[in-house]
């Protein structure tokens, strides 16, 4: 069974970054488009950045320009660095690989924006 297991979430003020890491395991990892996910308190998860098989990208626009999404092939390996982060950032974050119909997401990591 395929397994995507986030980390590098954290506690950080406004303004500061954090990169975040999602690795996969058991997973055919080069032909999944790969993206991150988040939900705050009370809301809907909401889609954060897609990165497909050929390293295109796609953002929601309230992180572009802030937020960078990439993927490293060789180690099963993508990453969000985040920049320039405000409280409206603060969420659990979740990576997703999906092909098709087949869809796999990692268990969450914490991302807490606040003075």
């Known amino acids: 069974q395929a397994q995507l297991v986030e980390s590098g979430g954290g506690l950080v003020q406004p303004g500061g970054s954090l990169k975040l890491s999602c690795t996969a395991s058991?997973?055919?990892?080069?032909?999944?488009?790969m993206g991150w996910y988040r939900q705050a308190p009370g809301k809907e998860r909401e889609w954060v950045a897609s990165i497909d098989t050929g390293h295109g990208t796609t953002y929601t626009e309230s992180v572009k320009g802030r937020f960078t999404i990439s993927r490293d092939n060789a180690n099963s390996l993508m990453v969000l660095q985040m920049n320039g982060l405000t409280p409206e950032d603060t969420a659990i974050y979740y990576c997703k690989a999906n092909l098709g119909a087949r869809a796999y997401w990692g268990q969450g990591t914490q991302v807490t924006v606040s003075a």
């Open positions: 058991d997973l055919l990892f080069t032909i999944y488009t």
